[in-house]
């Protein structure tokens, strides 16, 4: 039974390699909604119903033992409700990674990277709440961003100019760490230090999330217990040569150096 990771497109591959890292031996079946990209921009309605069909598929059709909701924007607006309505399967959302950074040190400046949808919902109001003593929070909202990196654009001139433009105020009236609160964004965190300085901390919640659905994986013990490498297999909503090329995508960003 493979493990299901759950995207709004190919961003929630940067949680998969965390997964892999820890859990070598599991099959995995990632599944981007690329047709229907971005989430961020939709209504919470929206996104709710379609990640509500797509986990029901994988969970149902294709036998899936877990899902990783690997997508902010996906977690805010419906995980709690696939946990009610599968209590007995292993259901793991992300939330930014707002707790590591504002203690990587006394009182530091955050900047907290995110699409418009996530720094809107209640959600993430209540993850600033709880650590608004720690340290200054400061949202970015950043429309556009997740666009780049679905085309396999992590270091073109567009970017960095999108990048320059988003970031300007924060070169200027510095931050101590930045949160990149979409999975789609550590596919350009190289580019993200270059533009902020490479003194500025970075943090996102990939690896938190694989060691979580380790944990509620052995919970019912459900690991495998095989000593071989497990398989990977990519899916996509969108269809015929576009879903050919955003496979490929896909694979290339699976293995790529960040």
Do not use: W
């Not at 599944?31 to 209504?43: E, F, I, L, M, R």
């Not at 419906?78 to 309505?85: E, N, P, Q």
């Amino acid at each position: 039974m493979p493990i299901a990771v759950f995207d709004s497109g190919v961003g929630g591959i940067s949680v998969l390699r965390e997964l892999e890292k820890i859990m070598p031996g599991e099959d995995y079946i990632y599944y981007g909604d690329s047709a229907n990209a971005p989430y961020g921009t939709k209504t919470l309605e929206e996104v709710r119903q379609l990640t509500c069909e797509h986990a029901r598929r994988l969970l149902f059709d294709e036998g899936a033992k877990g899902l990783v909701v690997a997508c902010n924007t996906a977690t805010s607006a419906a995980v709690k409700i696939l946990r009610s309505r599968y209590p007995d399967i292993p259901i793991v959302g992300i939330e930014p990674a707002v707790k590591p950074a504002v203690l990587c040190k006394e009182n530091p400046r955050v900047l907290v990277m995110a699409t418009p949808m996530t720094i809107r919902e209640e959600k993430f109001h209540r993850l600033m709440d709880k650590y608004k003593d720690k340290g200054t929070i400061i949202p970015l909202p950043c429309p556009g961003l997740m666009n780049f990196v679905e085309r396999g654009d992590l270091d073109g001139d567009d970017l960095r100019k999108y990048l320059e433009e988003l970031l300007f105020e924060y070169n200027h009236n510095k931050v101590d760490a930045v949160v990149l609160g979409c999975t789609h964004y550590p596919f350009v965190k190289k580019m993200i230090s270059q533009t902020l300085g490479d003194e500025v901390l970075v943090f996102d919640g990939g690896a938190g999330t694989a060691r979580e659905m380790k944990r509620r994986l052995s919970e019912k013990n459900l690991l495998s217990s095989g000593k071989s490498k497990g398989t990977v297999k990519f899916e996509n909503s969108l269809e015929g040569e576009q879903n050919i090329q955003k496979i490929k995508l896909c694979e290339q960003l699976f293995t790529e150096k960040l």
